[in-house]
């Protein structure tokens, strides 16, 4: 059975049994803090767990994507490890309990594939379950008629679940396949879980934990508002068992990248047993490659481009190793265009806009492959040069450092490092490395831990929600409204009844016309009147997800919670901002339009007159594209488009084209903002009526803020033509300056500037021979101090430090080589002195040094060698002290 047509049974069981089918949130795990990426089915219904918002159905089902990379280094060690796989969850939000969801598990499990199960066999499944668990117990003993020896409690470790954060957990039950004696041992899960693979976890969701600092350390700080239902069947798991294979590597949606990856190494696939500790290390490699690859495919799909920083280092981490395993099995080409199309074509039947959006995918890919073989050559120059010295010292082995250097600055692997070492007759210092390693790691873990925020911190801002519901945002229909204040909250998040003139507070209402920040928009601000008090609105938050929060000064009077009042906007404010909004919406379907479907936004911010927009590209946008995105763009306000938004479906906004970000969650209704039938986005914030308010467009710069992402800046309406103005009195007090036509100004200054730069030159070639054409006459005019020639003189004011240099050494070389010689230059600048001072081969011979007298001079400052040193910084009134210490250095010395 394919792992689609799983898939699709999954869903089709839980349909029929009152479930509702929800979509799958984007890998990448906008709403929470905690996470990088989605880690679990049950993520995006974590705020139904906890209560935070009303969940619109009592049940649900999906087949979530995850990531998991805390076990990187197991894949392909074992059949249990993946970096991406997918989860089939069913869930219940106060439905149904452990009696209800036992059996649908069951049912699913054990009905033959003709009826539209999975036909497992009844006699090979055994159940987990929490050690204190008897009613999960008693209901397999009597609903399935489980057999009791095949039911096995267990602890916290293998049977109490949580996301490993705060948030919601609870006991578990887990269901494990007998895949025969061929696997391991008999016995059941306890013994070996090769043989025994869980494949089905019913989480019974019934607390809130906080204070994790384990899997079986935490503090359950109460029981969630209802129990809930949280179950999990890794689908490439039950693929493995339905199709028969080993592991998942072998599995349909995988196999095709790995027997790719062997085809083009020349490896042989299948060397290793069926227990975990029996993998061939070619095995391995080759599961990591397919795992990898897919895994690399599945994020840059939902929008993840590689980087140095969060998921885009994970991301780039990954396809690294992936090409390392390449590499480590002799293949020494381009990896991901061999391999990438093939996990498109494995995962497009699941996930058809993967192969839509392929070429965005591809070029993100085969350009990170491109960055890192460049680093693997300049690593691999770097690895050289250190074994050569390693050799000479006659050292035994490179050092840790060396190593961990390579593998930080230059992101070169330590298993190349080993590698190339190896075939040197070197050892590498690994315990050096992995402790400098483990010492980045505890940094990076003390640097998230001290960022991160748990779910309890918001416990104010849920109690208000909880307490009066959903705030309603008006601002789409109106600036202004009448409205009742719900809540007053104090800087530590406490209630306050009232509150006075000049204090600052977060205040809460029933209903509110102020856009709260979010999605690159900027929140409004304005004036809140309630009873006798005034208050500045300076801020809009949305803490929690339907609660909007005004922070805001008492500039009179008093406020009380429960009092009506007048908000009022910041009306200017809001249309600034609004042209800048949807003034990001056109110049985004323009980028689009000349750089390819590949161009999606990243990011951006809407102020009042201005934006910012960042987009993916691979490379730089040329002078004359951006000229031209700017010239579409200002056509399209000339054309005066109407602007309009409307609510629809995911469904159905997909159908007709709308954009949706990359790594943004939508909810099953989305509001789609159109100007005329140029662009269409999926949006929630606020928009102009028409194009032609927009008034002009103008692109400031184009620059890079990352690896594949490039930042367009741009000015909008009357800040726009402000710009315009300005530059136009430049130009034109130029055109003055240079009595020529505006048109002609730019080649005037060019040509200025080149006849500047060439007259900088020959100055230079004239000081250089002023300073130098005495040099002879200098040396001519040494003096004798106890047999050493001495020349102490002072260079013509202005003279460039290399000129300084030059005339020392030149002084020098006219001296007679077979007599003792020290020739001391000062020079001032800019207010301060400088001392260069050279020494011949004769002088050495005497014991004289350069770098000794420089520092004599400076008390210790300076620097060179015996040959030449120099040092400075001193005064410039102290230039005959200088000298004369360098003088009285040479006769003592003499």
Not at 102 to 107: D, G, R, T, Y
Not at 176 to 196: I, Q, S, T
Not at 737 to 744: A, D, S
Not at 828 to 853: H, M, P, T
């Amino acid at each position: 059975m394919r792992t689609a047509e799983i898939k699709r049974r999954y869903l089709a069981h839980f349909e029929a049994n009152g479930h509702t089918v929800v979509p799958s949130a984007p890998l990448p795990a906008i709403d929470d803090p905690n996470l990088l990426f989605i880690n679990a089915g049950m993520v995006q219904f974590v705020p139904f767990f906890l209560g935070q918002r009303t969940p619109p159905y009592p049940r649900a089902v999906s087949v979530q994507k995850c990531i998991r990379t805390p076990d990187i280094d197991e894949v392909g060690k074992t059949s249990r490890h993946g970096t991406f796989f997918q989860m089939n969850g069913n869930f219940s939000f106060g439905d149904y309990f452990k009696a209800g969801a036992i059996p649908l598990a069951w049912e699913l499990s054990t009905k033959p594939v003709e009826q539209g199960g999975f036909g497992l066999d009844p006699e090979k499944i055994w159940a987990t379950v929490y050690l204190d668990d008897d009613e999960a117990i008693e209901i397999w003993k009597q609903q399935p008629g489980m057999s009791p020896d095949r039911i096995v409690r267990r602890g916290k470790k293998d049977n109490f679940w949580s996301m490993g954060i705060p948030g919601p957990a609870g006991p578990c039950s887990e269901l494990y396949y007998d895949r025969g004696p061929a696997y391991g041992p008999d016995g059941g899960p306890e013994v070996d879980e090769d043989r025994f693979l869980e494949y089905w976890n019913l989480v019974f969701m019934q607390h809130e934990i906080t204070d994790v600092k384990s899997k079986e350390d935490f503090t359950i700080v109460g029981d969630l508002p209802k129990q809930n239902i949280d179950t999990g069947m890794g689908l490439e798991r039950i693929a493995s068992i339905l199709q028969g294979k080993d592991n998942l590597y072998e599995i349909d949606e995988v196999w095709p990248v790995l027997a790719r990856a062997a085809e083009l190494t020349g490896t042989t696939y299948g060397k290793s047993g069926h227990a975990a500790s029996e993998s061939h290390p070619d095995d391995v490699r080759l599961r990591v490659i397919a795992d990898h690859v897919r895994t690399s495919l599945m994020l840059i799909g939902d929008g993840v481009t590689p980087s140095n920083e969060g998921r885009g280092y994970v991301l780039r981490r990954i396809m690294r190793r992936a090409i390392r395993s390449m590499r480590l099995l002799g293949w020494q080409g381009q990896s991901f265009q061999e391999l990438l199309p093939v996990a498109r074509d494995c995962m497009s039947p699941s996930y058809p806009e993967l192969a839509e959006e392929f070429g965005r995918i591809s070029t993100y890919a085969y350009a990170e492959e491109d960055a890192f073989l460049s680093t693997l050559r300049a690593g691999t120059t770097i690895l050289d040069t250190a074994i050569t010295e390693t050799k000479r010292a006659k050292q035994p082995q490179l050092s840790g450092d060396k190593a961990f250097q390579l593998h930080d600055t230059y992101g070169f692997p330590i298993d190349l490092t080993l590698e190339i070492a190896q075939e040197q007759g070197l050892e590498v210092d690994q315990d050096g490395f992995r402790r400098l390693m483990a010492d980045q790691r505890a940094r990076a873990k003390a640097d998230a831990a001290a960022r991160k925020t748990g779910h309890t911190d918001l416990s104010a801002y849920r109690s208000v929600l909880d307490q009066g519901g959903p705030v309603e945002f008006t601002g789409y229909a109106e600036v202004s409204r009448e409205s009742r204040v719900r809540a007053l909250l104090g800087g530590d998040g406490e209630a306050l009844p009232v509150a006075g003139e000049g204090d600052y507070v977060e205040l809460v209402l029933d209903h509110t016309p102020f856009y709260a920040e979010g999605g690159g928009q900027q929140a409004d601000t304005g004036i809140i009147n309630v009873g006798g008090g005034r208050l500045e609105v300076v801020d809009v938050q949305t803490p929690v997800p339907g609660l909007i929060v005004h922070k805001a000064r008492v500039l009179r009077g008093e406020v009380r919670t429960g009092e009506a009042g007048f908000a009022e906007i910041d009306v200017t404010r809001r249309k600034a901002i609004s042209r800048s909004h949807t003034a990001t919406h056109l110049i985004h379907q323009t980028m689009r339009a000349f750089l390819g479907e590949s161009a999606t936004q990243a990011g951006s911010l809407n102020a009042p007159g201005r934006l910012r927009f960042d987009f993916n590209t691979p490379g730089a946008v040329s002078p004359d594209v951006l000229f031209d995105v700017e010239q579409q763009v200002n056509e399209v306000l000339l054309r005066d488009l109407e602007v309009h938004a409307f609510i629809t479906s995911q469904e159905e906004a997909r159908r007709l084209g709308a954009m949706a970000l990359f790594g943004e969650k939508y909810g099953d209704e989305v509001r789609v903002v159109e100007v005329g039938d140029y662009a269409r986005e999926l949006c929630g914030g606020t928009h102009v009526a028409r194009s032609g308010q927009l008034g002009l467009v103008k692109i400031l710069t184009e620059s890079s803020i990352g690896s594949g992402v490039r930042r367009v800046e741009a000015l909008v309406g009357i800040d726009a033509f402000g710009f315009l103005a300005k530059e136009h009195l430049l130009v034109s007090r130029l055109a003055e300056l240079f009595r020529v036509p505006g048109e002609q100004v730019a080649d005037r200054v060019e040509q200025t500037v080149t006849a500047l730069r060439d007259a900088e030159k020959e100055l230079e070639k004239l000081r250089a021979q002023m300073v130098l054409g005495g040099a002879g006459a200098l040396a001519q005019q040494a003096r004798d101090l106890g047999g050493v020639a001495f020349v102490g003189t002072e260079a013509p004011e202005g003279a460039a430090g290399n000129d300084v240099r030059t005339l020392a050494q030149e002084i020098r070389g006219k001296i007679d080589q077979s007599r003792p010689a020290v020739v001391a230059v000062a020079a001032r600048a800019n207010g301060k002195a400088s001392l260069i001072v050279a020494v011949n081969a004769a002088g050495k011979s005497r014991g004289l040094s350069a770098s000794d007298l420089v520092k004599g001079a400076l008390s210790g400052r300076g620097g060179g060698n015996a040959d030449l040193a120099q040092g400075g910084g001193v005064p410039a009134d102290q230039v005959p002290s200088l000298l004369a210490a360098v003088e009285k250095a040479v006769v003592e010395a003499a």
